[in-house]
């Protein structure tokens, strides 16, 4: 039983929404529909969804919805699927789709993946990644659970799942810094070495450490994009989830497995 939320705004043209749902229905997978709105968000037609008995949850769009939808299905038995309309390219090659037909195509196989999400104290969770709105060079620190970092930086990223970055596991996120002067990277990766963490990234300028869990302070309250989108801000914790979703994906997806 497949319940679809789909977030009409990333359609390029009002025909495309009856595309995806003929397509859908050729398929022989089509279900019920729903769309959000502003007196009903995507995580309120989740639980709807749930109520209902629905067993595949499907996101249309792009990560914000999916990262809404995904938040409510950790740990449960219910399955998450995602047609993507203007994703991330790094959760569409997350899913093995680059096209919506592709996705319909995988959902209509339901492989599942297992695999665990970033999130925030406040609630909002990320499949692949977030970053820091760093508009120029800044004093952060960055609390772990033995140690803390403080540095000028000029980006952060922290990282639940990168292309071309090996997770040490799948219950850690990668936190990359690019920092905006030599002593302060320098700093870093002497620290990085210390507990284990190995530089995976070309630049001089960017370190990378790896952590289950850590805490992040601004001296002023800056935002935590997913995908360009404000999800949190600083100070935040951010962590990965003890439990896992269950994730379709396609064959090309670095998650399937034979």
């Keep these: 039983m497949y319940y679809y939320i789909f977030d009409i705004k990333k359609c390029r043209k009002r025909s495309q929404v009856e595309d995806i749902k003929s397509y859908l229905g050729g398929l022989g997978i089509s279900g019920e529909f729903t769309y959000p709105t502003a007196a009903q968000s995507p995580e309120e037609l989740v639980d ?25 299905l950790v740990g449960r038995k219910e399955a998450l699927g995602v047609i993507p309309l203007e994703t991330s390219s790094e ?48 004093d952060i620190t960055i609390e772990f659970r033995d ?31 690019e920092s905006a002067a030599p002593e302060g990277g320098n700093l870093i990766k002497k620290i990085s070495r210390l507990f284990g963490a190995k530089n995976e990234l070309e630049e001089k300028s960017f370190s990378l450490i790896r952590a289950r869990s850590l805490r992040i302070f601004t001296k002023t309250p800056i935002a935590l994009l997913a995908d360009g989108k ?24 670095p998650l399937a497995t034979d």
């Design 147 to 177: 140690f803390l970092i403080q540095t000028k930086a000029k980006s952060l990223v922290i990282a639940n799942f990168y292309p071309d970055l090996h997770k040490i596991g799948d219950d850690f996120l990668d936190i990359m810094i």
């Design 48 to 72: 709807l969804g749930l109520s209902k008995k629905y067993t595949t949850i499907v996101a249309i769009g792009g990560d914000e919805i999916v990262n809404a939808a995904a938040a409510k």
């Design 230 to 253: 404000k999800i949190a801000k600083t100070p935040q914790l951010i962590e990965s989830t003890d439990e896992k979703i269950r994730l379709i994906t396609a064959k090309k997806s």
């Design 91 to 138: 959760l569409s090659y997350l899913i093995g789709s680059q096209s919506w037909r592709e996705a319909a195509d995988a959902l209509r196989y339901r492989k599942i993946s297992e695999f665990r999400l970033g999130q925030t104290a406040s609630g909002q969770a990320f499949l692949t990644h977030i970053s820091l709105d760093v508009f120029a060079p800044m």
